[in-house]
């Protein structure tokens, strides 16, 4: 069974550039999240989706962060413009809608800010 | 702010040797769980204990919830050098939000 992808991997930028990150859930997994998670602290999450709809993005800074699933499937985080702050590994996952407890993560995506 | 705190930060031991790792939360909760997190990798999901649960067990893994105290442990039983990873705990509120402690490093040392 395929997992949750994520890409890049790796991304580094220099601070007020732009950078988008892009996530595919595992199949029939109609709840999607972003988290972030800071070094040394644990994943914050940033904003919940079910099927294209956002269910929770109460800690999404959306002066500078936004996310979409158009199509209910993949999904985009955008960061624009970047801050020095903003360096942390982004880590999406997926779950059945009638599991939320049960989330499976992507491989997740470090951001560095210069 | 993050809603489990967790002691220790980092524990180092011997192969063989029991680990101990305990989370504290805030609120009350529906129900806890346990992730580990290899270095450079995704979360995976250990082991989850409901709020009416106070022990359960997986493999190596023993968890206790003692919610009074608002507290959970996790106890890895003949630790291996391929547990060293951090973990952490995860709390489910009302709704479907998960948060996350700051997590326990822990070393296994061959």
């Known amino acids: 069974e395929a997992g949750v992808a994520q890409s890049p991997r790796y991304k580094i930028i220099e601070k007020r550039q732009s950078v988008a990150f892009w996530c595919n859930p595992i199949s029939g997994h109609a709840t999607l999240y972003w988290y972030q998670q800071i070094l040394g602290q644990g994943p914050k999450l940033l904003i919940q989706f079910q099927n294209n709809g956002v269910v929770d993005d109460s800690q999404l800074p959306k002066d500078r962060f936004s996310a979409e699933r158009l199509k209910g499937v993949d999904s985009t985080l955008k960061i624009q413009p970047a801050k020095l702050e903003d360096s942390a590994v982004y880590l999406c996952?997926?779950?059945?809608?009638?599991?939320?407890?049960?989330?499976?993560f992507g491989p997740g995506t470090r951001l560095t800010v210069l | 702010s993050q809603q489990g705190e967790e002691d220790p930060q980092a524990l180092s031991i011997q192969e063989g040797e029991n680990a101990t790792m305990n989370c504290s939360y805030k609120?009350?909760?529906?129900?806890l769980q346990w992730y580990r997190q290899n270095s450079g990798r995704g979360l995976v999901h250990l082991i989850l204990i409901r709020s009416n649960e106070r022990e359960k067990h997986s493999g190596r893994l023993r968890v206790t919830l003692d919610t009074s105290k608002k507290s959970s442990s996790l106890l890895i039983t003949a630790s291996r050098a391929a547990d060293t990873a951090s973990y952490f705990c995860a709390s489910r509120m009302g709704g479907n939000k998960l948060v996350f402690g700051a997590g326990t490093i822990l070393r296994v040392k061959s």
């Open positions: 996952a997926s779950s059945f809608v009638a599991k939320p407890s049960e989330q499976f």
């Open positions: 609120t009350s909760i529906n129900n």
